[in-house]
């Protein structure tokens, strides 16, 4: 599993080697927008489950979470206006490889 804190930076990579769990922490406080974009190896080859803020999950535009490259990079961003509250996730490019 995999935490990453906004804090340190916007851009993060990660190259997934078993089932993970991505979560997100230190976002800017509400009334501030935060946006941190993943680049993520081999995301497909395994189960990856999105989280945030707790318990909460990220939201997904018609609530799906993309399908990532088994064997290739995908560039996935999230984006939050209310500290990390409420996370939108959407897909800035999949199969990169």
């Known amino acids: ?6 804090s340190t930076g916007n851009v993060k990579t990660v190259t997934i080697g078993g089932d993970a769990e991505i979560a997100f922490g230190n976002w800017p406080a509400t009334g501030s927008a935060g946006t941190v974009t993943l680049i ?4 497909g080859a395994h189960t990856t ?13 018609g609530d799906n979470a993309p399908a990532l490259t088994a064997s290739g ?3 996935v961003t999230f ?4 500290a990390g509250v409420l996370t939108y996730g959407f897909v ?5 490889s």
């Open 73 to 75: 990079v995908d560039i």
């Open 40 to 43: 993520i190896t081999n995301g």
């Open 49 to 61: 489950t999105w989280q945030n803020h707790g318990s909460q999950s990220v939201k997904w535009p």
């Open 92 to 96: 800035g490019g999949i199969n990169f």
């Open 79 to 82: 984006t939050t206006i209310d």
């Open 1 to 6: 599993n995999t935490s990453f804190d906004i």
